[in-house]
């Protein structure tokens, strides 16, 4: 009997080892971490939390003003950007930025922004991706 029970522990331990276990992400910490890395010059404005753990994208909107160039990078555990891509609609959702050029990811862009209103800051995830990371967002005039 006991030796049953020692065999169904180990089995059962085992099993949990093996159970997918939900992916955790700690998009704070990688928020913070963008703030220091804006490009000199630029004044912080925002930082945004990407975790896109159980989302296929995470979106954000902000008022634009024309004349002012706005900054966003990116900060995640992976090499350069992980596969995140952060992209810039106006408001009419036309593509007006992208750190994604021609198949190549870039750790930040700069957007020069030519119409005062909403936009909206779209992260997806291209694979390989651990869909967690975060960004910071400046601007000067």
Do not use: W
């Amino acid at each position: 009997m006991k030796i049953n029970l020692v065999l169904i522990v180990i089995l059962a331990f085992f099993y949990i080892s093996a159970v997918d276990v939900p992916q955790t992400c700690n998009s704070e910490s990688f928020a913070d971490e963008c703030v220091p890395k804006l490009t000199t010059g630029f004044n912080f404005l925002k930082s945004y939390k990407i975790d896109g753990t159980a989302k296929d994208k995470v979106e954000y909107s902000y008022v634009f003003t024309k004349g002012t160039q706005y900054f966003i990078n990116l900060c995640n555990s992976g090499a350069a950007t992980d596969g995140i891509v952060v992209n810039i609609f106006d408001k009419e959702r036309n593509k007006v930025a992208s750190n994604k050029i021609s198949g190549q990811y870039v750790s930040a862009i700069s957007f020069p922004c030519n119409a005062t209103g909403i936009y909206y800051i779209q992260y997806t995830f291209d694979e390989p991706s651990g869909h967690c990371g975060g960004s910071a967002m400046g601007f000067k005039r």
